[in-house]
């Protein structure tokens, strides 16, 4: 059993930043894992944000990229999720979310993933 912890979440004005990160308790590293942040507004349905391969595979949702930058420490069981110019409508709980490289691989912002977190809020006031 995997367990996903998030942390990092608050209150911010626009334009400002925040880092979000992920511990993944497993047996072995999670360089075998595809982490992944996704993001769900009230009234919305989740959205896929970023998600990292060990190997070097990222990939962003098109209303986050250029200001959002994913990240991950192996060694650490650590992923993070740095947020920069955020604006209003990123208020959202924001989800990690780990499975194994080979599940994911194919639609890592859209996979179903098998672990998740149990979220941390961000809320970016105008």
């Known amino acids: 059993q995997v367990k996903v912890v998030e942390s990092g979440g608050g209150l911010v004005q626009a334009g400002g930043s925040l880092r979000l990160s992920c511990i993944a308790s497993?047996?072995?590293?999670?360089?075998?894992?595809?982490m992944a942040w996704f993001r769900q507004a009230p009234g919305k349905e989740r959205e896929g944000v970023a998600s990292?391969?060990?190997?070097?595979?990222?990939f962003y949702a098109d209303t986050v990229k250029g200001r959002f930058t994913i990240s991950r420490d192996d060694a650490k069981n650590t992923a993070y999720l740095q947020m920069d110019s955020l604006k209003p409508e990123d208020t959202a709980m924001y989800y990690c979310?780990?499975?194994?490289?080979?599940?994911?691989?194919?639609?890592?912002?859209?996979?179903?993933?098998?672990?998740w977190g149990q979220g941390t809020q961000v809320t970016v006031s105008s």
């Open positions: 990292s391969s060990s190997s070097g595979d990222i």
């Open positions: 497993v047996s072995e590293s999670i360089s075998r894992y595809y």
């Open positions: 979310a780990a499975d194994f490289y080979w599940r994911a691989r194919l639609r890592p912002l859209s996979y179903s993933y098998s672990y």
